[in-house]
């Protein structure tokens, strides 16, 4: 039987190459030793559209994976018609604490970033916004 870990973090990465500097985040987050958190990284996509949005999709599914498992956490790529709802539920049903993710660019209804839009919807958990330059 697996020791129960008292903190969730959730990763979430897109399509591109970034994903290493969330993951390392989500890492120095969790901490180590017997208090260690479980990483849970997640890639979503909406319905229809290729998960990693490139000609080399497995290639590039198979390089989140390693990056994942070298983490020690659990990867999960969910397809779903509204992004944001997938995200806040799979958040919810994993009694997450911490969200790391990319400071995203505007989109949705109101252009705003995503991290935003999230923050509204799960005002319990913590949000640690990594910008593109570090």
Do not use: W
Request: net charge negative; charged share 25%.
């Amino acid at each position: 039987m697996t020791e129960k870990r008292q903190l969730n973090i959730m990763v979430c990465v897109t399509s591109q190459r970034s994903c290493d500097k969330l993951i390392a985040r989500g890492i120095e987050r969790a901490g180590t030793g017997k208090q260690r958190a479980f990483l849970h990284v997640v890639h979503c996509v909406e319905t229809g559209r290729n998960f990693m949005n490139t000609p080399y999709e497995a290639d590039a599914i198979e390089y989140l994976f390693t990056a994942a498992q070298l983490a020690g956490a659990d990867l999960s790529l969910v397809r779903a018609d509204n992004v944001d709802d997938a995200l806040v539920e799979y958040a919810e049903e994993h009694n997450v604490h911490i969200i790391v993710l990319g400071a995203g660019v505007p989109s949705g209804p109101n252009r705003e970033p995503i991290n935003l839009r999230l923050q509204r919807r799960l005002p319990g958990v913590e949000f640690d916004v990594v910008d593109a330059g570090g």
